[in-house]
């Protein structure tokens, strides 16, 4: 057994030419002339035989062992000379069976970022390209071959001659893309599926890495034969920036920024003065420096002013090798967003100047005001935000749109009129999801102070004081227990503000109006806090950065954009150009690029000449945690799950992978040893005959 198989591997013998041991029938032949002498003797007379006697017994004994073993001979010679016709093999009992028939073999080629790594033949995907090129050479020119690797590109759902496959290889490069072995195989089998009537046989060389080699997933299928041939690297050392945060949710020109950053150290050794770089539109901004412990992680802040307004282009840097793809990160924003605010004052409503104060003097806001009397609803369509303030009879209509408004995403504010007409409010209530009211309280009660541990305050306490003078609730409509969340409570344990959330959108209800009359909230120092906090919870901001081979909805405002002169996708200082797959889903344009992109950097949407948003997208980080399953884990797992047909190589000792791929492949031939034997065995029966008397 070859030394570098690391499974049990039970011989079986197979011949490739079955037909040929008819020929054993032949061994016939040397019997029927053995036991049917047909040579004639001749009798002699003469007298006195009595002292011969003796030495004719004797004579006659040595004539039949002679005979016999000249029998012998000559069964064993045609026996073997019919089996080296035949060509016996000795196999992996497990095998399909060998045939002269055309073979298919599949080979799965990891080519993700981490065989980027190094062993003492060299890098790890140029050592499994070379062992690929082995395996080829072993097999016949009349073989048939299919490779695949983690881009699943169409010109891989083929099979290829001996030649092309050699041509192919040399081809194949380091890609982003990251599969699971399961899904690799899956698409290795069901390729073989459809040719049943072949031996089939499928190589694996990869490095096993565990965040993606899922071997215990797969389930053993008799039709074709699995060797893994695992690489080791040397080292699995990788120190690579894992992502970006800010901790303002909003980025204004003019405005220091707390940029968060996570540096992942996967090696055995500490890191004590690293840093990173960071640069903003090409320009290097600041520095950040850290240190991180072996197979542990960093957080870091790194701190700068906006200068430019409007998009902007970031990214992350440091220095780390032989693994190179995640040490840097891009990533985007935009620092003049605004938040379309659209606000519905009611008829008897008393609070429209602290509200037109808080919104319409402030950059940050694009704030529509309308009257309860004139709703313009085309002024939802492009809204964040919906405040109903007061209103006192909501209509149909209003509820409809209300009702599509939150379906696309956007969040309202409701704060009920001083009057409540139950017959009106029931309906309006039911139809968003709020809880139902009860009768007016009139028992005049303080608020309880906020948690500032609620996300919903994030960022807006640095401290809250025990003593802090708290709003005062005059009235308030008792609402019905529900599962959403409250944000401010009353004395008593009444809800004062709610947050109700649905599937796309929130809902945050008052239970009171804000004026004079039922509560002093506007007046009090929490009002411009909680609403902006509300509005700009209500802000759907894009993601810093995206990744790559995945499935992204890049979501876009669909204002002015027309199927008829669709957005492109452009690379960023580059002639990269694409038009995406484009669906408007709630009035709003969604952008899908399904691994249409391959480099990391950045990206535009481009319409009719002009950038309407900025993009980002980084190499999966998945890649990056170098953590690999061990051989004798692998060996575990084939015998745990019973994975009779796969067989593992250990890739350590090229010689001993050589020999074993030609095993595994033609199997040990032994029809020269029958024909050397059988040549043997004539060669005694001709020294029988001639020299044993």
Same mark, same amino acid.
């Given at each position: 057994m070859n030394n570098a198989r690391l499974c049990v591997i039970l011989k079986a013998m197979m011949f490739v030419y079955p037909l040929f041991l008819w020929a054993l029938t032949a061994i016939s032949i040397p019997i029927i002339i053995h036991l049917f002498n047909f040579r004639r003797y001749k009798k002699v007379y003469f007298t006195n035989v009595h002292f011969l006697k003796e030495l004719q017994l004797e004579s006659q004994s040595k004539s039949r062992l002679k005979e016999l073993l000249i029998l012998l001979s000559r069964i064993l010679a045609i026996a073997l000379l019919a089996l080296a016709f035949a060509q016996p093999v000795m196999v992996n009992k497990n095998n399909s069976v060998v045939s002269v028939n055309q073979k298919?073999?599949?080979i799965y080629l990891d080519n993700s970022f981490s065989m980027e790594e190094v062993n003492k033949q060299g890098q790890l995907f140029e050592s499994a390209r070379k062992t690929a090129?082995? *395996?080829?050479?072993?097999?016949?020119?009349?073989?048939?071959?299919?490779? *695949?690797?983690?881009?699943?590109?169409?010109?891989?759902?083929?099979? #290829?001659?001996?030649?092309?496959m050699l041509n192919e290889l040399n081809e194949l490069k380091i890609s982003p893309a990251v599969r699971s072995f399961s899904d690799v195989h899956k698409r290795q089998t069901e390729f073989l599926g459809s040719e049943n009537k072949r031996s089939q046989f499928i190589y694996s060389l990869t490095d096993a890495q +565990?965040?993606?080699? &899922?071997l215990q997933d797969i389930k053993n299928d008799s039709t074709s034969q699995l060797t893994i041939i695992p690489l080791e690297a040397n080292e699995t050392n990788n120190l690579y920036i894992d992502s970006c945060w800010f901790e303002s949710p909003i980025q204004q020109k003019g405005f220091l920024q707390k940029l968060n950053v996570i540096i992942q150290n996967k090696s055995q050794k500490t890191i004590d003065a690293g840093t990173v770089r960071l640069s903003i539109n090409g320009n290097q901004t600041s520095i950040g420096s850290f240190s991180v412990e072996a197979n542990s992680k960093k957080e870091l802040t790194i701190a700068f002013t906006i200068k430019n307004e409007g998009l902007n282009y970031g990214s992350l840097k440091l220095d780390d090798y032989p693994i190179t793809f995640d040490d840097e990160l891009f990533f985007t924003f935009n620092s003049k967003l605004t938040i379309n605010t659209v606000f519905v004052n009611g008829k008897e409503s008393t609070t429209l100047?602290? =509200? /037109?104060? !808080?919104?319409? /003097?402030?950059?940050?806001?694009?704030?529509?005001?309308?009257?309860?009397?004139? *709703?313009?609803?085309?002024?939802?369509?492009n809204a964040d935000l919906v405040i109903l303030n007061e209103i006192s009879e909501p209509?149909?209509? %209003?509820?409809?749109? %209300?009702? +599509?408004?939150?379906?696309?995403?956007?969040?309202?504010?409701?704060?009920?009129?001083?009057?409540?007409?139950?017959?009106? #409010?029931?309906?309006?209530?039911?139809?968003?999801? !709020?809880p139902a009211i009860s009768n007016l309280d009139t028992h005049a009660l303080k608020l309880n102070k906020p948690d500032r541990n609620d996300p919903f305050f994030e960022g807006v306490f640095e401290k809250i004081d025990p003593q802090l003078n708290l709003p005062l609730s005059l009235q308030h409509y008792p609402q019905a227990k529900s599962s959403g969340q409250l944000i401010y409570t009353i004395q008593n344990g009444d809800p004062f503000l709610t947050r109700v959330t649905m599937q796309n959108s929130s809902i945050y209800l008052f239970a009171s109006s804000l004026s004079e009359k039922q509560s002093n909230f506007c007046k009090h120092a929490? =009002?411009?806090?909680?609403?902006?906090?509300i509005a700009v919870t209500s802000l759907r901001p894009q993601p810093l950065f995206y990744k790559l081979n995945t499935s992204n909805a890049i979501r876009l405002r669909s204002e002015g954009l027309t199927s008829e002169a669709p957005p492109h996708i452009a690379g960023h200082g580059t002639k990269m150009d694409m038009i995406p797959e484009m669906r408007v889903i709630n009035t709003n344009m969604n952008l899908f690029v399904d691994k249409q992109l391959a480099l990391a950097g950045f990206y535009d949407v481009v319409w009719q000449g002009s950038i309407k948003q900025n993009m980002a997208f980084n190499y999966d980080r998945l890649e990056s945690n170098l953590i690999f399953s061990t051989l004798e884990e692998l060996k575990?797992?084939?015998?745990?799950?019973?994975? +009779? &047909? #796969?067989? $593992?190589?250990?890739? +350590?000792?090229?010689s001993s992978v050589a020999k074993a791929?030609? %095993?595994?492949? /033609?199997?040990?031939? !032994?029809?020269?040893?029958? $024909?050397?034997?059988? %040549?043997? =065995?004539?060669?005694?029966?001709?020294?029988l005959i001639r020299f044993l008397k």
């Open positions: 298919s073999i599949s090129k082995d *395996i080829v050479s072993s097999y016949g020119a009349n073989d048939r071959f299919h490779v *695949i690797t983690n881009d699943f590109e169409g010109k891989h759902q083929r099979y #290829y001659t001996k030649e092309d +565990k965040s993606s080699f &899922n100047p602290f =509200f /037109n104060s !808080l919104f319409a /003097n402030d950059s940050l806001f694009n704030y529509v005001q309308l009257s309860e009397n004139a *709703i313009d609803y085309s002024k939802f369509k209509s149909n209509g %209003l509820i409809s749109e %209300l009702s +599509k408004f939150t379906q696309k995403g956007g969040n309202i504010v409701v704060i009920p009129s001083t009057k409540i007409k139950p017959e009106l #409010y029931t309906p309006f209530y039911s139809a968003l999801g !709020l929490l =009002f411009v806090p909680t609403f902006i906090r575990d797992i084939i015998s745990k799950n019973s994975l +009779k &047909n #796969y067989n $593992l190589i250990d890739h +350590k000792n090229t791929i030609q %095993l595994e492949a /033609n199997g040990t031939k !032994l029809w020269k040893w029958c $024909l050397l034997f059988s %040549l043997l =065995f004539i060669a005694i029966e001709i020294c």
